[in-house]
């Protein structure tokens, strides 16, 4: 057993500062308890490095031609041009196996990279040892800058003037209080920024506004990631003609997110014939769990082996439809096979002891690297009890990452 791994089974400090946090996102605890865990997570720097090599394979083989020619074949037409932005907060979420990381899911619209910076900030000191494997200070101005590079890879030299945090019904969205962070962030450094519904949005000859404004970028948090809804009707023809810069959006989803890409990405005869490095290849199969698109030719090989599996929804997020195999019942099994699934193996989630009025009890965890165009920008755990990952779990929630 690592010192991390040791730690997390047998150190039971508590770390949050509340009373900092609330001095940055006020009543939250009030409305949302279980959103942070005043527990952090160990890792160890081994760990650490192999995330990191992950998540550089994986984005090495994003942008190889052919690997883009064939994700984007299989998908819709709104996602088949590359207007130059790279995708703000993806998000790599691993499970740290007996193996080492492996990566679970890929995520475009991650949500909580903000929310869990003003975490990190708020965390007393545990040991000598145990340091943020990112350098925190700064990267609240780092979080800006990447919407200015994502405007101008785009938009070139015109001026970004005015940023429109896009959801549906964003004051009821459980992290909404990130959307706000957002807001005040941008109108800080000079932006004019809202949080606003799509249907609030107004498509003129020039492009989109909200009210009197004319939006020049969204920052998409919808879950509709190719704007499939009537209400992005006007939405995406303006993204579409470039008449605004959405980030992320379609291309991003399609060629990192989509959840059909990690049978390519956990392939060695797809990886071969896509002419992808040894190096790079021995990292993705080593570093993914198998994953398999469910079809009518493996349905029953997979049933039969279905306790081995995790079953996930094409176009899910949230892990809503998501199904561990052992737990699925022929009902649901009829139900999935109506849809679009994969079948990832099951890699089971590490443990995290967390002490709650005086009883010790036993959490699962994942790591979230939110990136950008591959660079990670920050590590977070959710901590967690259950199926799937949540935020009802008392002791639980999103926690700072120390690494060892």
């Not at 509709?224 to 991003?252: G, R």
């Not at 071969?272 to 040894?278: A, E, M, P, S, Y």
Request: glycine share 6%; with cysteine.
């Amino acid at each position: 057993m690592t010192i991390a791994r040791s730690l997390n089974h047998n150190c039971l400090c508590q770390t949050l500062d509340r009373r900092l946090l609330l001095d940055h996102l006020e009543d939250l605890s009030l409305e949302r308890p279980n959103l942070f865990s005043n527990t952090a997570l160990f890792i160890s720097s081994n760990e650490l490095e192999e995330m990191n090599s992950i998540v550089e394979a994986i984005e090495s083989v994003a942008r190889n031609k052919s690997f883009i020619q064939k994700v984007l074949s299989k998908s819709y037409q709104v996602a088949s041009k590359d207007f130059g932005p790279r995708g703000v907060f993806m998000g790599y979420d691993f499970h740290l196996s007996e193996e080492g990381p492996k990566l679970i899911e890929i995520n475009t619209n991650a949500g909580g990279a903000f929310l869990n910076l003003v975490l990190a900030q708020a965390q007393l000191k545990c040991c000598e040892d145990a340091k943020s494997p990112v350098e925190l200070e700064g990267l609240e101005d780092k979080f800006f800058e990447i919407f200015k590079q994502e405007w101008k890879s785009q938009k070139q030299e015109k001026k970004l003037e005015v940023i429109a945090i896009m959801d549906e019904r964003p004051s009821e969205q459980y992290l909404y209080p990130e959307f706000k962070l957002f807001a005040e962030l941008f109108k800080r450094k000079g932006i004019d920024a809202f949080i606003v519904d799509p249907t609030l949005i107004e498509s003129k000859e020039d492009g989109l506004w909200y009210q009197s404004k004319k939006i020049d970028l969204i920052y998409n948090r919808t879950t509709d990631f190719y704007f499939e809804s009537d209400i992005y009707a006007d939405i995406k023809s303006a993204y579409e003609s470039e008449l605004v810069v959405i980030t992320p959006n379609p291309h991003h989803h399609a060629v990192l997110a989509n959840k059909e890409n990690l049978e390519l990405l956990t392939s060695r005869e797809e990886l071969n014939t896509l002419g992808v490095d040894n190096s790079i290849l021995e990292v993705l199969l080593n570093g993914i769990p198998r994953t398999l698109k469910l079809t009518s030719n493996n349905q029953s090989e997979l049933w039969s082996k279905r306790k081995s599996f995790f079953f996930k929804p094409t176009r899910g997020y949230g892990s809503k439809a998501a199904y561990r195999g052992d737990k699925i019942t022929h009902r649901v099994w009829e139900e999935v096979l109506k849809s679009s699934y994969v079948a990832q193996e099951i890699i089971t989630p590490g443990i995290r002891m967390v002490e709650n009025e005086g009883k010790q009890i036993e959490l699962k965890h994942d790591i979230r690297a939110y990136t950008y165009n591959g660079e990670i920008l920050l590590f977070a755990s959710r901590l967690y009890m259950g199926q799937t990952t949540n935020f009802r779990t008392i002791g639980g929630g999103f926690a700072p990452v120390f690494v060892i």
